[in-house]
Every structure is written in structure tokens, then in C-alpha cells.
């Protein structure tokens, strides 16, 4: 089986007019370059700013959607683009807002969840098979928003403390497009 670095070392056999010929092939390698300013602290933090950046879009998407249902959920479609913009400024303020939300809505996720197990106890004689597949589901979103809000809320522990030339330096960064996004799963 051929490694890649068997494959690099490798001398190709090129055949024209049905004569062999041995071609010696060198792989060049070339790292990325890099700003010189630029520490692995605030690669992370690009990074990070990425994935909030991600999370947030995808809050937008369904708080519009759930917009369409209900005008109330107007507010979470504007608390999600608050972490979206405190993502892409590295605004502290608008990040908390965002974070504070998703504390908030798992909150009254649990206290719905704990709602949902009670009414199920007390109606065990009827057919509450729909009611355990809701509570199922429900606290599989919950763990993943609570994921989700323990991340904003690393990210902006750390945007909180960054100083005001670091910020320029990352809105710089992107703004330039020097650095590709990687985006972070694990905080």
C-alpha cells in the first residue's frame, strides 16, 4: 500500500513513443504564510469567532422561520444576529446578550422538559408514546443548546479580554483575507 510518502519519493516511468523513460519527480514543500503578528492565541480566537459566527447563523435561520409562526420570536431572530454581529466586531457586550439568551431559553427548555415528565406520570394510563418521544427529543436539543451556550460564552470570556489592537488587528486579518477559517468544535 502506498503512503503518501512513499508516493512523493517515488520515480515515475513516462512512456512516449513507445520508449520508456525515467522522469524524476521532486515534491516542493511550501508552508502557508503567515502575518507576522499573528499568535496561535489569536488564530484560536479568529477561529472561534468563525464558529459562533456559524452557530448564530443557524439561530437566525430558525428564529426567522419560527418568526413566521409566531411575531414573538422576532426577539430571539434579533438576539441571535446580537451574537452574530458580537462574533464578526468581537463585541463583548453583544456576545453577552447573545449568551444570556441561550441560558435563558434552556432554562425554560428544562422547567418545559420537567413539565412534560410530570404530565406523563400523572396520565400513565393513557397513551403518552408521543410525549416520550417529545421529552426524548427535547432534552437532546437541550444539551446541545447548553453546548452551544457554553461556547459563546468561552468565546466571549475571551473577547472580553482581548485588547482593543488585538481586535483591530483580527478585523484587520479578516478583512484582508489572510488566514482560512477553522472552525472549532471543542472549546
Not at 511550501?30 to 469567532?49: A, C, Q
Not at 422547567?111 to 416520550?132: A, H, K, P
Request: glycine share 2%; net charge neutral.
Amino acid at each position: 500500500m502506498n503512503t503518501n510518502k512513499e508516493v512523493s519519493n517515488a520515480t515515475p516511468i513516462v512512456v512516449a513513443n513507445n520508449e520508456p523513460r525515467v522522469v524524476t519527480a521532486h515534491v516542493i514543500n511550501m508552508p502557508m504564510p503567515m502575518p507576522n503578528d499573528i499568535t496561535e492565541e489569536l488564530l484560536r480566537v479568529y477561529s472561534l469567532s468563525k464558529t459562533t459566527r456559524l452557530l448564530a447563523l443557524i439561530d437566525i435561520f430558525f428564529a426567522l422561520i419560527y418568526s413566521l409562526y409566531n411575531f414573538y420570536f422576532f426577539i430571539a431572530f434579533c438576539v441571535a444576529f446580537s451574537g452574530y454581529y458580537g462574533a464578526k466586531k468581537y463585541d463583548s457586550c453583544s456576545l453577552l446578550v447573545y449568551g444570556s439568551y441561550l441560558f435563558l431559553n434552556n432554562f425554560a427548555r428544562i422547567v418545559t422538559i420537567g413539565f412534560m415528565i410530570q404530565y406523563s406520570s400523572e396520565n400513565s394510563n393513557e397513551d403518552v408514546s408521543n410525549m416520550t418521544f417529545s421529552i426524548v427529543f427535547a432534552s437532546i436539543i437541550c444539551l446541545l443548546n447548553l453546548w452551544i451556550a457554553r461556547f459563546v460564552c468561552v468565546f466571549w470570556n475571551i473577547v472580553k479580554q482581548l485588547s482593543q489592537e488585538d481586535k483591530v488587528r483580527l478585523l484587520t486579518l479578516e478583512y484582508e483575507n489572510k488566514v482560512s477559517p477553522n472552525y472549532i468544535w471543542r472549546v
